[in-house]
């Protein structure tokens, strides 16, 4: 594949994760969701980037920052849309009450923990799991700034390194952990100042900038395939909405804010780099965003048109 064919890619990948969840709002806003959505806008280059850098037989653990993990690693959109909804099309096939925590096995999508921090002994016991069947699938776990202060994640970053387990960790560093700033919940400069604790390496990458975190992750996953164990990145990321859905981020200043929206948009940034390398770029760009458009918009009616599930859905796969 061409760096061109490369970055036109990740701009497809980037506005269809960005168009999905503007679907996902707009049902949202109509009432059609219940519960807490933690929109991704912003820091779907880190996704995409990242997630691109998977073998199809490698493992995924998701962050709660939006749904671009699963949309960039192939899930259909319309499923994902409908474990929103709550209906039988859905992954849980209606159960969650909107509230996603759901697995694609197909794809190596195998979910998150119920709270922030637990995939991270998940994602070692994955990596576990391919070693003992020598396999030689890797495990990307993402996570955020704020959550790599639970004390799951030194754990399994020791083991993960003790054990030289193909891990990769990234953590989306878009300096709030909620409502606190990055300075005020880290006492390091960095989170990649912990690799050197673990005996890993860290690397700090821009996360706006899709092409590099895809490097960053190439790098890590090839090491980590070939026995060099865990790596540690940091993509440098910018949220763009609130920390969930009805956030006023009164804590925020909304000048620097904007700025980041102006500046700092992965979609910005990679559309960038393809103007630089092909002299009629608009043209290409506008034909997938048309066709993506129509792709994100077809999966959202027919995940609207889906049906609720039976009362005695609630009893399956419950064992006494």
Not at 2 to 8: E, K, N
Not at 115 to 129: C, K, N, R
Not at 251 to 279: C, G, H, M, N, T
């Amino acid at each position: 594949m061409s760096d061109l064919q490369q970055m036109l890619g990740f701009y497809e990948g980037i506005l269809r994760c960005m168009l999905w969840e503007q679907g996902l709002l707009d049902m949202h806003a109509e009432g059609r969701i219940s519960g807490f959505y933690h929109a991704g806008r912003g820091q779907e280059g880190t996704q995409v980037g990242a997630i691109a850098a998977l073998a199809p037989e490698d493992y995924l653990f998701y962050a709660h920052r939006g749904c671009g993990y699963m949309v960039a690693r192939g899930m259909p959109m319309d499923v994902l849309y409908s474990d929103f909804l709550g209906t039988s099309q859905g992954s849980t096939r209606g159960l969650g009450a909107g509230i996603v925590h759901i697995a694609w096995p197909a794809l190596g999508i195998l979910g998150q923990s119920g709270t922030l921090g637990g995939s991270f002994t998940l994602a070692v016991g994955a990596a576990l799991s391919g070693r003992v069947l020598d396999e030689r699938k890797v495990t990307l776990c993402l996570f955020g700034d704020g959550t790599s202060n639970r004390g799951t994640f030194h754990e399994a970053a020791n083991a993960a390194s003790v054990w030289k387990l193909p891990v990769v960790w990234l953590c989306e560093n878009n300096g709030w952990a909620v409502s606190t700033t990055f300075k005020e919940s880290c006492a390091v400069g960095s989170i990649a100042e912990r690799a050197a604790a673990y005996g890993m390496p860290g690397v700090v990458v821009d996360g706006q900038d899709c092409v590099a975190v895809h490097e960053a992750a190439r790098t890590a996953i090839e090491r980590a395939r070939d026995g060099g164990g865990p790596t540690l990145i940091e993509a440098m990321t910018c949220r763009f909405r609130g920390h969930y859905e009805g956030d006023s981020q009164e804590y925020r200043d909304r000048e620097q804010l904007e700025r980041l929206r102006r500046e700092r948009d992965p979609l910005d940034v990679i559309a960038s780099r393809i103007r630089a390398a092909l002299p009629d770029a608009d043209r290409k760009l506008s034909e997938i965003r048309t066709r993506v458009s129509a792709e994100v918009a077809a999966a959202a009616q027919k995940a609207r048109a889906g049906t609720a599930p039976q009362k005695s859905r609630v009893f399956e796969y419950v064992y006494a």
